[in-house]
């Protein structure tokens, strides 16, 4: 498609969902490979973006919409942008969009505003489709002429997401090199379904200290809900919940051999880095994981593989997920381990 120079790719949500959508980064990339490519997002989640290699600049959603109307339209036509791909429906956006004439304005069909803002519909339902939200993204292309729906392997490859942060001395000292690294992230800002912290200490309690060093990771938000339970944990698990930027985060995430967490922003965080990522997940839509595995060389997502009506009336009391057994991942994990030391 000829005449565009500079596209914008707006996703306005969480963290796990911005790094499953930069493979549709580089998939764009692939068939424009000279394009400009900007990233509109959230103002944390600026950090995760900045490590894609496919994207040539971000813009802060946040402050964006903070102007009023008339600077905000000024602003969003000083990028010059040729389409913009409205991953994330924002209402705001999609008019603003509109009013500047941005030429290709794409967005699903599912949003009513998208009928008097956007001039390019896709047909797509998320909630009952067995794809991968990934591939869903790359659905949102085919006004681009981009029809392809990669593969998952294919596609963890596009994501780009190589240009990882230094990693402060501070935190540098945290690591053992004799020792295998491992992260727990117990929480999820209520954005999924969580394995029991019961479950967290009996597989602490399988990995020996002798060949593992353990942290137990989470937001400052977090940090207040899991202090009393990190106290009746075994000296060789330190507590980093609170303890860092995102930024610095990432970097910690990449230098480390594993993460276990629930669907979180982390979990995608550690599969896009190259960590070994294990994510835990119920098996309902649709949070199963064949929509929101994570994607990476090392990632794996674990499940039950069964259906719990008790869930839906309370989630706090998933089945499914405690389900999965501390032995299963702690097997995962040493296996791996045996693996790299091979």
Not at 50 to 77: Q, S, W
Not at 90 to 101: F, H, K, P, V, W
Not at 157 to 168: D, E, Q, T
């Amino acid at each position: 498609m000829e005449g565009i120079n500079t596209i914008l790719v707006s996703r306005t949500d969480a963290i796990g969902d911005v790094i499953l959508t930069l493979p549709l980064c580089g998939l764009i990339k692939k068939h424009f490979p000279g394009v400009r490519l900007l990233f509109v997002g959230r103002s944390y989640t600026r950090p995760v973006v900045d490590c894609c290699v496919h994207v040539d600049g971000f813009v802060n959603a946040d402050e964006l919409l903070k102007l009023g109307k008339r600077d905000a339209l000024i602003l969003l036509a000083s990028y010059g942008a040729d389409a913009i791909i409205h991953v994330f429906p924002n209402r705001e956006l999609a008019s603003l969009s509109r009013q500047i004439g941005i030429k290709y304005r794409i967005g699903t069909t599912k949003r009513i505003f998208h009928w008097s803002t956007v001039n390019k519909l896709v047909r797509l339902s998320r909630k009952n489709s067995l794809l991968h939200e990934s591939q869903l993204n790359c659905k949102l292309l085919e006004p681009l002429g981009i029809k392809e729906i990669p593969g998952l392997n294919e596609l963890s490859a596009f994501s780009g997401f190589s240009k990882i942060p230094a990693l402060p001395a501070a935190a540098e000292s945290l690591l053992d090199p004799l020792k295998t690294t491992v992260i727990l992230h117990p929480k999820s800002n209520a954005s999924a379904r969580e394995w029991a912290l019961s479950n967290y200490a009996a597989l602490i309690g399988l990995l020996s200290p002798d060949h593992y060093r353990i942290f137990i990771s989470g937001s400052e938000n977090e940090k207040a809900q899991l202090s009393e339970w990190i106290k009746t944990l075994p000296a060789h698990v330190t507590d980093i919940t609170g303890r860092f930027s995102l930024n610095d985060f990432i970097a910690f995430i990449a230098r480390t051999d594993f993460l276990v967490a629930a669907s979180t922003g982390p979990l995608h965080i550690a599969a896009a880095a190259g960590t070994g990522a294990i994510g835990l997940f119920p098996d309902i839509r649709p949070m199963h994981p064949r929509r929101w595995q994570p994607l990476g060389k090392r990632a794996v997502a674990l499940s039950k593989n069964i259906q719990c009506d008790d869930c839906r009336k309370n989630p706090a009391a998933c089945h499914c997920i405690n389900e999965i057994t501390p032995e299963r991942v702690s097997g995962l994990i040493q296996s791996f381990r045996k693996e790299k030391q091979r």
